[in-house]
């Protein structure tokens, strides 16, 4: 098959125009689906057609998954359109299957993309955690026996239950400290006698409502001992290490719904009154939509990061998976709270027009995992902040340039070389060597001028705050990174990275440009006027408004609309 770029466009084009009232793949027919809380046969049978399942699935084994920066992208046709298609479908697929990619055994890795090859499906049950996403606490539990264990108990939120043949489950199998008290088995569904396995009630939500999420009760079914992932007691920290796989892609799914929800928020504000007027000549609405613009494009480099450090700084990313995945549905969630301002009452439309910004809103939530899952992302970045600060900050060299070159080849995913807790931050000497550049060019004009420079050395100073607020905090002490004052510096480190992320693209965009987008990206346009937002979101003091910079980013948000191109880094072209 081709390239994943070139996949994702044969994908975009077989899904065909979203604002084509007669395409039966279209938004009203999406927006039907999702209203009668039903996946749409038609959209599935080309995901079928496409194999989307392959893209799960690593080489090794048969599948196409090779790079996780080319699986995001191939993502974004889905959920452009339908959170509920792309992760019923098969995203969730891939999260259940995390794990087994992560500590499977040859014979375990290839069952569960067999299973997967063949269009069936995976489904994860999730040990419970404090604040958890489930809709209530249960759990199973497993038992040693001679020759086995026997699975007990019940889950009554579990994406696909029904649907799936295979199941990863997460069993507490003893009360050892330490994180030691749960194991993950891999299960074949047909395998198990089906008198022990009967399917709960399928659970409505607000967002993602063509989505099945049901549950399992299962009782004392016996299992085989090669169903164990890896070692008995290695639960937790096999959630936590297939976590760095996942998080990477959380900011292109989000981002896909975006998208659809800045693309019809656009459309409805460059339609012509009967004045001759639109509502592009509000300053308000101007704002919106180059803020709105402005926030996926940093979004983007935070993805793109994320999934090329997983190759590249194996040992380093963990921080930027979690940043990427908690920072994305916050500047989401904050950007469509301001787009709902310049819809106004059109914000509730169901269906029509600008039905899909209602339904990107709702789905939202669900697609990034929840209010929980920013806690524990926020959770994982803080122990690691002590040590960058007495020891990365200010000193690690630069990451290589391919970090930041989405069309540049990179090693392959090595997953035993994934750690937990990163031994340095080059990520964040980008900003400070950025600094240093931008300091010493000559002209200061080619390289964004004074607006630039100064915002690029405030948020220099922010980390150099931050050093300093973690070089107080012990490592491992607890209570003080578990305080808010801790949570909140942490947040202002996401913001940091993201920075520091767009630095690195537009460095590289000037230096090489790689797409359809570079034009625009190589400009200081777009980078001073995102470090601005951020800035601004800081709190931090701030230069006069580069008014200039931001009208330019503007005008690529209309002409984006016109010439049907993805509001991301890749400015794909769509149906």
Same mark, same amino acid.
């Given at each position: 098959?081709?390239?994943?770029?070139?996949?994702?466009?044969?994908?975009?084009?077989?899904?065909?125009?979203?604002?084509?009232?007669?395409?039966?793949?279209?938004?009203?027919?999406?927006?039907?689906?999702?209203?009668?809380?039903?996946?749409?046969?038609?959209?599935?049978?080309?995901?079928?057609?496409?194999?989307?399942?392959?893209?799960?699935?690593?080489?090794?084994?048969?599948?196409?998954?090779?790079?996780?920066?080319?699986?995001?992208?191939? #993502?974004?046709?889905?959920?452009?359109?339908?959170?509920?298609?792309?992760?019923?479908?098969?995203?969730?697929?891939?999260?259940?299957?995390?794990?087994?990619?992560?500590?499977?055994?040859?014979?375990?890795?290839?069952?569960?993309?067999?299973?997967?090859?063949?269009?069936?499906?995976?489904?994860?049950?999730?040990?419970?955690?404090?604040?958890?996403?489930?809709?209530?606490?249960?759990?199973?539990?497993?038992?040693?026996?001679?020759?086995?264990? &026997?699975?007990?108990? =019940?889950?009554?939120?579990?994406?696909?239950?029904?649907?799936?043949?295979?199941?990863?489950?997460?069993?507490?199998?003893?009360?050892?400290?330490?994180?030691?008290?749960?194991?993950?088995?891999?299960?074949?569904?047909?395998?198990?006698?089906?008198?022990?396995?009967?399917?709960?009630?399928?659970?409505?939500?607000?967002?993602?409502?063509?989505?099945?999420?049901?549950?399992?009760?299962?009782?004392?079914?016996?299992?085989?001992?090669?169903?164990?992932?890896?070692?008995?007691?290695?639960?937790?920290?096999?959630?936590?290490?297939?976590?760095?796989?996942?998080?990477?892609?959380?900011?292109?799914?989000?981002?896909?719904?975006?998208?659809?929800?800045?693309?019809?928020?656009?459309?409805?504000?460059?339609?012509?009154?009967?004045?001759?007027?639109?509502?592009?000549?509000?300053?308000?609405?101007?704002?919106?939509?180059?803020?709105?613009?402005?926030?996926?494009?940093?979004?983007?480099?935070?993805?793109?990061?994320?999934?090329?450090?997983?190759?590249?700084?194996?040992?380093?990313?963990?921080? /930027?998976?979690?940043?990427?995945?908690?920072?994305?549905?916050?500047? &989401?969630?904050?950007?469509?709270?301001?787009?709902?301002?310049?819809?106004?009452?059109?914000?509730?439309?169901?269906?029509?027009?600008?039905?899909?910004?209602?339904?990107?809103?709702?789905?939202?939530?669900?697609?990034? #995992?929840?209010?929980?899952?920013?806690?524990?992302?926020?959770?994982?970045?803080?122990?690691?902040?002590?040590?960058?600060?007495?020891?990365? *900050?200010?000193?690690?060299?630069?990451?290589?340039?391919?970090?930041?070159?989405? %069309?540049?080849?990179?090693?392959?995913? %090595?997953?035993?070389?994934?750690?937990?807790?990163?031994?340095?931050?080059?990520?964040?000497?980008?900003?400070?060597?950025?600094? %240093?550049?931008?300091?010493?060019?000559?002209?200061?004009?080619?390289?964004?001028?004074?607006?630039?420079?100064?915002?690029?050395?405030?948020?220099?100073?922010?980390?150099?705050?931050?050093?300093?607020?973690?070089?107080?905090?012990?490592?491992?002490?607890?209570?003080?990174?578990?305080?808010?004052?801790?949570?909140?510096?942490?947040?202002? /480190?996401?913001?940091?990275?993201?920075?520091?992320?767009?630095?690195?693209? *537009?460095?590289?965009?000037?230096?090489?440009?790689?797409?359809?987008? =570079?034009?625009?990206?190589?400009?200081?346009? *777009?980078?001073?006027?995102?470090?601005?937002?951020?800035?601004?979101?800081?709190?931090?003091?701030?230069?006069?408004?580069?008014?200039?910079?931001?009208?330019?980013? #503007?005008?690529?948000?209309?002409?984006?609309?016109?010439?049907?191109?993805?509001?991301?880094? /890749?400015?794909?072209? #769509?149906?």
């Amino acid at each position: 098959m081709t390239g994943a770029p070139e996949r994702a466009a044969t994908l975009e084009l077989a899904f065909g125009a979203l604002d084509d009232p007669d395409n039966p793949l279209g938004a009203a027919a999406l927006l039907a689906a999702d209203a009668a809380g039903e996946m749409l046969p038609e959209a599935e049978r080309v995901l079928d057609d496409f194999g989307l399942n392959a893209e799960f699935v690593p080489a090794d084994v048969g599948g196409r998954l090779e790079r996780m920066d080319h699986l995001g992208r191939l #993502l974004r046709p889905v959920f452009r359109r339908d959170a509920s298609l792309g992760f019923g479908y098969g995203l969730n697929c891939f999260f259940a299957a995390a794990p087994v990619w992560t500590a499977g055994d040859e014979k375990q890795r290839r069952h569960a993309a067999r299973l997967l090859l063949t269009g069936r499906r995976i489904a994860v049950a999730r040990h419970e955690v404090a604040h958890g996403n489930d809709f209530v606490r249960d759990e199973f539990t497993a038992r040693t026996v001679p020759g086995g264990l &026997v699975l007990d108990g =019940s889950k009554s939120a579990i994406a696909n239950a029904s649907r799936a043949t295979g199941l990863v489950v997460f069993a507490r199998t003893g009360t050892a400290a330490r994180g030691r008290s749960h194991s993950v088995l891999l299960l074949d569904r047909d395998e198990l006698p089906a008198d022990r396995v009967t399917d709960l009630a399928r659970r409505t939500t607000t967002g993602m409502r063509s989505a099945e999420f049901g549950g399992l009760a299962i009782t004392d079914c016996p299992v085989p001992a090669d169903a164990v992932l890896g070692e008995i007691g290695d639960g937790y920290e096999l959630s936590l290490r297939s976590s760095l796989l996942i998080r990477g892609l959380i900011p292109s799914i989000v981002l896909a719904g975006a998208d659809t929800a800045l693309r019809t928020v656009v459309r409805f504000a460059v339609r012509p009154r009967a004045d001759g007027r639109s509502s592009l000549d509000v300053r308000h609405v101007r704002d919106v939509l180059t803020g709105g613009f402005l926030d996926l494009l940093v979004i983007d480099c935070l993805a793109l990061v994320a999934t090329r450090a997983l190759h590249l700084l194996p040992g380093q990313m963990s921080a /930027y998976a979690a940043a990427a995945a908690y920072l994305a549905p916050k500047l &989401v969630a904050e950007s469509m709270d301001e787009m709902s301002s310049v819809l106004g009452e059109e914000t509730f439309a169901q269906d029509g027009a600008y039905g899909m910004f209602q339904k990107q809103r709702r789905d939202l939530p669900v697609t990034s #995992l929840g209010h929980a899952g920013s806690a524990g992302r926020q959770v994982s970045i803080l122990p690691q902040l002590p040590y960058f600060a007495r020891h990365a *900050w200010f000193a690690d060299p630069e990451p290589p340039p391919s970090l930041f070159r989405h %069309d540049e080849a990179i090693p392959p995913l %090595d997953l035993s070389q994934l750690v937990l807790l990163g031994d340095g931050d080059p990520l964040a000497a980008t900003l400070v060597a950025s600094t %240093d550049l931008l300091e010493a060019a000559r002209p200061p004009c080619d390289d964004g001028g004074p607006v630039l420079r100064f915002l690029v050395r405030v948020l220099t100073g922010e980390l150099a705050e931050l050093k300093k607020a973690f070089e107080d905090v012990a490592e491992g002490d607890r209570e003080a990174l578990s305080s808010p004052r801790s949570f909140g510096l942490a947040d202002r /480190y996401t913001l940091v990275l993201a920075a520091a992320a767009c630095l690195g693209v *537009w460095r590289e965009e000037r230096r090489a440009p790689t797409g359809p987008a =570079s034009a625009f990206l190589a400009t200081p346009a *777009w980078i001073t006027a995102a470090l601005y937002r951020l800035v601004e979101r800081l709190g931090l003091p701030l230069p006069d408004r580069p008014e200039g910079q931001e009208r330019l980013v #503007l005008d690529e948000v209309v002409a984006r609309l016109h010439n049907r191109r993805s509001y991301d880094l /890749y400015a794909s072209r #769509l149906a």
